[in-house]
């Protein structure tokens, strides 16, 4: 098979004091992530995983994405990670039936505006998998984030509103906002080859009552 000369691949691994998710506190305690992503011009391909170093939460997806311009883009994400704290090897992987399944397949559309208007715009819909309501039907919890970079005394810091767009969905019971906060970053110069990208992200969730000061490194 041929691949593309222009083709490359990135391995990006972090530690997170946190795994937070779209308001949620997927897991409460370090956390060990890496994303192994090959791109070709617009389109990418990749693998995430997430591990606890106390063993209480794992989580394995495949993505896809393409960019269609500087302006908009998609990405589909199977989501595979373990439900109500156990095993992610109780679950079996192959396991595609919609009423059983571990599998969560969710899309989001992402729009970015003008470098002289730079709102972003992500609208994310689960449209299969282990999203059920009560009647065992799916669920299709749709979250919206609205985000926006400002530079305050020299750091990059990036403003985030995440909404829950229904009611008794996964984000939330009811419309409204889930995720308010902002991510600042900063590269640490290790050597002239060789950098650390830290970020600390302040997280408040109204509907939950919650706020949370999470921290992370990647390398």
Do not use: C
Request: cysteine-free; aromatic content about 16%; proline content about 2%.
């Amino acid at each position: 098979m041929n691949v593309n000369a222009q083709g490359k691949v990135t391995v990006s691994p972090s530690v997170t004091t946190r795994h937070y998710w779209r308001g949620i506190m997927v897991s409460n305690t370090a956390n060990f992530e890496m994303d192994l992503a090959y791109t070709n011009n617009n389109f990418t391909f990749g693998a995430w995983g997430g591990y606890a170093f106390d063993n209480t939460y794992s989580e394995f997806d495949f993505h896809v994405g393409y960019k269609f311009n500087d302006h908009f883009n998609i990405a589909v994400w199977d989501l595979f990670a373990n439900r109500d704290r156990a095993s992610i090897d109780d679950y079996n992987y192959l396991d595609l039936d919609r009423a059983t399944t571990n599998h969560l397949i969710d899309a989001s559309f992402n729009f970015y505006f003008t470098e002289k208007f730079p709102l972003s715009l992500s609208v994310s819909t689960m449209l299969y998998g282990r999203d059920l309501d009560e009647n065992g039907d799916q669920n299709y919890s749709t979250y919206v984030e609205f985000g926006y970079p400002v530079t305050i005394g020299g750091e990059k810091i990036s403003l985030f509103a995440g909404l829950n767009a229904f009611e008794d969905q996964v984000y939330g019971e009811s419309f409204g906002f889930v995720n308010i906060g902002a991510t600042a970053t900063r590269e640490i110069k290790i050597t002239d080859s060789f950098s650390l990208n830290a970020w600390a992200k302040v997280a408040i969730n109204p509907q939950a009552e919650t706020a949370n000061l999470i921290l992370g490194i990647g390398f």
